[in-house]
């Protein structure tokens, strides 16, 4: 679709990334690309309907960086793109990178390190540097504004845990959080990180919602490796499980997706 090239275009470099499947075979695509100038990837399979529901076609999803489908439709219509910019900007928010556009001098070892992803070591720079400029007012003001900037998606990673809390999966949540306690090991988020999974290990709910996640990502990671069958058979037993606590939907909704595979 050439709309959709003006928008690959465009966003691709701020790091949207578009993926077209059709059901045609492969030679019928590849002509239709160079034709229509598409430049963005296309994959062929003739089960591709099936595995994402689609019921009419063209069918569009928009996915965010967790993996949620925030927006699904025709992709001629409007409302998706809308969207883009502030997807964009939060998944730049989350990710383990952080790029400072123009670092000042002071900041240039502390905004190297972010870039590398190296979050805690980033952290305790800018802590070495307010000891070392404590008379300089506006070296101290830029190391300041670098912390509350940290301080941003610090919350920003907040935020998306509280979600995984809500829902009751607690054992993707631990995951998630164990994998930020690496990439942020030496700042308070990663202290105030490693003391909440101490929490988690002794709350009797907790434990038991973890227990039972652990088994809907066991079920799921067989799914997507080719058995949805045996997968759909432990979800339908989580489920009862599952029953009346907070993971209840969360099961549903993962024999749900299974379920279309």
């Known amino acids: 679709m050439p709309h959709l090239v003006k928008v690959w275009e ?12 059709s059901d ?3 030679g019928t ?3 239709h690309m160079e034709e229509h100038g598409m430049t963005y990837p296309i994959g062929t399979g003739a089960k591709g309907s099936r595995a994402f529901g689609v019921k009419g076609i063209p069918a569009a999803f928009l996915i965010d960086h967790t993996g949620t489908i925030v927006w699904q439709g025709h992709p001629g219509n409007a409302g998706w793109e809308d969207m883009l910019d502030g997807a964009l900007e939060k998944a730049a928010l989350m990710a383990d990178q952080w790029t400072i556009p123009s670092p000042p001098a002071v900041l240039k070892k502390a ?3 972010a870039q590398k992803g190296e979050m805690g ?3 305790k720079e800018s802590e070495n540097l307010l ?12 190391v300041r504004t670098f912390q509350e900037n940290f301080g941003v998606r610090v919350k920003a990673q907040n935020d998306y845990i ?4 809500g829902d009751g999966c607690y054992q993707e949540a631990a995951n998630y959080v164990g994998d930020r306690i690496k990439v942020y090991k030496g700042s308070p988020a990663a202290d105030e990180w490693t003391a909440m999974l101490k929490t988690w290990s002794k709350d009797a709910e907790i434990k038991s919602l973890m227990k039972l996640d652990k088994k809907r990502l066991d079920a799921m990671e067989k799914a997507f490796a080719g058995d949805a069958d045996k997968a759909k058979k432990s979800l339908r037993a989580l489920m009862k499980k599952a029953k009346g606590t907070r993971i209840e939907a969360a099961m549903e909704k993962a024999y749900d997706l299974v379920s279309g595979l």
């Open 10 to 21: 465009e966003y691709a470099p701020k790091g949207l990334t578009i993926l077209a499947l």
């Open 24 to 26: 045609e075979a492969s």
């Open 29 to 31: 695509v590849e002509k």
């Open 111 to 113: 905004a190297a390190l």
């Open 121 to 123: 070591k980033a952290w």
């Open 131 to 142: 000891k070392r400029f404590v008379e300089d007012p506006l070296k101290l003001a830029e």
């Open 162 to 165: 509280a979600t995984f809390g």
